[in-house]
Nanobody
Framework: VQLQAYGGGLVQAGGSLRLSCATS????????MGWFRQDPGKEREFVAA????????YYADSVKGRFTISRDNAKSMVYLRMNSLKPEDTAVYYC????????????????WGQGTLVTVSS
């Protein structure tokens, strides 16, 4: 399974971005999809996850109410809409695919994309 995240960039605090993750090579609808982020020198941090059919979502407290995860199984895509961005949201964002619902740790996911950098200026 291959994943490719894109859509990162530079945005001012309070702004918005939408990240996308394209997948191929697997049964997309059979995976729980998640987003993580990582600052240099820090551990990879859980951001959000969505169930196989997209009916349930799960967020880190730090992004709840500001970020929205969604998926399009017909297109094998998962998205992360990020609103009201803060400088502390600056990180490389990764999409991941796995089989464990509400997994918050990187080892709960089996496949990873290469990451896309989000920089939020103050």
């Amino acid at each position: 399974v291959q994943l490719q995240a894109y859509g990162g960039g530079l945005v001012q605090a309070g702004g918005s971005l939408r990240l996308s993750c394209a997948t191929s090579g697997g049964a997309f609808s059979s995976f729980v999809m998640g987003w993580f982020r990582q600052d240099p020198g820090k551990e990879r941090e859980f951001v959000a996850a969505i169930t196989w059919g997209g009916y349930s979502t799960y967020y880190a407290d730090s992004v709840k109410g500001r970020f929205t995860i969604s998926r399009d199984n017909a297109k094998s895509m998962v998205y992360l809409r990020m609103n009201s961005l803060k400088p502390e949201d600056t990180a490389v964002y990764y999409c991941a695919a796995g089989s464990k619902w509400k997994g918050r740790l990187p080892h709960d996911y089996d496949y990873w994309g290469q990451g896309t950098l989000v920089t939020v200026s103050s």
